[in-house]
């Protein structure tokens, strides 16, 4: 039967399990679009392409599926780059579909021509042209195929208007067609069996965990090789829930903001094995003095990653779950009953500040929504100091909980997120808690939360800065406050009301509690503005540039007296 493009490009999606998009029509999109209203697919209207490309990541990390945006030709393509860059760097398994002016214009500036392949193909695990209605079912299979295999990442099929008004053929049950494309899964047998031994024989073993082992599924298998193996875990941000946060064996986050058990950890550690994280400087500090006295063992899904940052003593490449599984099999456990006391007196030593009594602040509110939720929510943060709070003070009890921008860091992101996860996971807890100069960003979002009743809870630490880059230009640039004050007459809640969320405004510390049962209750949406301290920080951190074993403790840029593992070494790890 003779099908538009448009049509073809509909069954390719339902076929590979897609049952929502989003995403905003445009003059290319619109055969798309009239056929779409013809099928079972969700098109979520968004009001920005921006939040059309965050709500698909959200809606990826939440259930492991991939997620889905459109959008039309020209701003509409470039709109959605910064959420397709920051699915990538968090190999985030996304497909952006871009409508494309008609293949005869292509080249010749035409009204909204964009060449958005070029433009993302830096940012993207693979892009390309469907320049023929004959090749979509095929660059559709292809799409999904490098999309959720290997190692995760961000694709964009961008489609000229006029192939998806041609007429052509759907045959069903395409495949990938790329023979070069082989992704490695099994970890080489000789590399496993020497990682086993120097684990078995190691004195202070480390697991330091990425988001690769929460994309991979890898939870179980992690769980059962820390506490067959007695090792003690850390987290990078993105594989904070893959260990749950309050097992004995989880030291905490590591890195720039990390605990500092998680820090004095890692840098005693003699063997460090890391399993999907890719030594990125956040987790790592200065990679030179990482882990001085301890020998690294890397398992990665990306050969790349491996020795890209750090040295490596024993790589291993392949999926995070098969390796783990075949560690299991040949791991002989050690003794390391001394060593988890040291870990468990480093959890003592130096615990987080407790939230400042009295006032209205970020770590104090999340405190009591995490005494709420009990680890069992789905939360999504933006970027900045909130966020460090969020992955300090909530123990997730399961991976894809957490949904944060990692590697990119990019403000705007939760609340977007937050949809992709109310449309992935129906009938789960969903929160959004973001800074003002994060939510400012996407705030027009409240209006596709409002129009389908999506009941995300949405809190808004409103300390009227930018209060990341507030405290590093105070401990760095003597306190001078450049252009990070928000302007003072912002009234979230209000916004809120006029896009139809209900909410409400907490300014004296006596009714935060009440405020946050009334907001955690509601049936539906809602979102509850804090204004919390101006002044607030989030300390303990590493210096930018610092070694792990550097925190800064107090309030000044002064830090703690040097942590100096025995038998540490300076020799670099690159």
């Known amino acids: ?226 506490e067959r193996a007695g090792t003690p875990v850390v987290s990078t941000l993105l594989g904070l829930g893959a260990m749950p946060g309050q097992h004995p064996l989880f030291a905490g986050m590591l890195g720039m903001y990390g605990s500092h058990a998680a820090n004095v950890t890692i840098q005693h550690a003699d063997l460090v094995l890391a399993v999907g994280a890719r030594f990125d400087d956040r987790a790592t500090g200065r990679v030179r003095d990482f882990a001085p006295a301890a020998r690294i063992i890397h398992v990665d899904m990306d050969p790349a990653e491996i020795g890209k940052n750090a040295r490596v003593d024993i790589p291993i490449v392949g999926d995070a779950r098969r390796v783990l599984q075949q560690l299991l099999a040949a791991i002989t456990p050690g003794e390391t009953g001394a060593w988890l006391e040291a870990v468990e007196g480093y959890r003592k030593d130096l615990p987080y500040p407790p939230a400042r009594a009295g006032a209205l602040t970020q770590q104090g509110t999340i405190e009591a929504i995490c005494r709420r939720v009990q680890g069992k929510a789905i939360v999504a943060t933006d970027v900045g100091l909130h966020q460090m709070f969020v992955a300090r003070h909530i123990p997730f009890d399961r991976p894809r909980q957490l949904l944060s921008s990692g590697g990119l860091g990019t403000m705007g992101f939760g609340l977007p997120a937050a949809m992709g996860a109310a449309f992935a996971r129906p009938g789960e807890d969903v929160l959004a808690i973001c800074g003002d100069g994060s939510f400012l960003m996407n705030i027009q979002e409240l209006a596709t939360v409002a129009e389908h009743a999506l009941p995300i809870k949405a809190v808004v630490l409103n300390n009227g800065n930018l209060g990341m880059v507030r405290q590093f230009q105070r401990l760095y640039y003597n306190g001078n406050f450049t252009a990070v004050d928000q302007p003072p007459h912002i009234d979230f809640a209000l916004i809120a009301r006029g896009f139809g969320v209900p909410s409400a405004c907490v300014s004296d510390p006596a009714d935060l509690e009440g405020a946050l049962d009334r907001a955690l209750s509601a049936p539906g949406p809602f979102l509850l503005e804090v204004e919390t301290d101006v002044a607030e920080e989030c300390l303990p951190m590493v210096r930018p540039g610092g070694s792990l074993s550097d925190m800064i403790y107090g309030g000044a840029a002064e830090a703690a007296p040097a942590l100096r593992p025995a038998g540490a070494t300076t020799e670099a790890r690159r």
Request: glycine letters at 12%.
């Open 1 to 226: 039967m003779s099908l538009t493009g448009a049509e073809i490009l509909i069954r390719a999606l339902q076929e590979q399990g897609v049952e929502v998009l989003f995403g905003i029509p445009g003059a290319k999109t619109l055969a798309l679009h009239d056929a779409l209203s013809r099928s079972s697919l969700q098109h979520v209207l968004v009001k920005h392409e921006q939040g059309a490309a965050h709500a698909a990541d959200g809606f990826a990390r939440a259930s492991g599926r991939v997620g889905v945006c459109l959008s039309t030709s020209g701003p509409g393509a470039t709109n959605l780059v910064t959420g397709i860059a920051t699915a990538n760097m968090d190999s985030i398994p996304v497909v952006a579909i871009t409508c494309q002016v008609e293949t005869h214009s292509i080249g010749s500036d035409a009204f909204q021509e964009a060449d958005i392949t070029g433009i993302t193909r830096s940012i993207t695990k693979h892009n390309g042209l469907v320049s023929s209605v004959d090749r979509l079912e095929v660059a559709v299979a292809e799409a999904f195929h490098f999309a959720r295999t290997g190692r995760p990442g961000a694709v964009v099929i961008d489609i000229p208007a006029d192939v998806l008004r041609a007429r052509g053929t759907y045959h069903g049950g395409a495949t990938a067609r790329r023979p070069g494309y082989r992704p490695n899964l099994e970890g080489h047998p000789l590399q496993v069996r020497r990682a086993a031994d120097a684990l078995a024989g190691a004195e202070r073993p480390v697991l330091y965990v990425g988001g690769g082992v929460v994309a991979a599924g890898a939870h179980a298998e992690l769980r059962q090789l820390a």
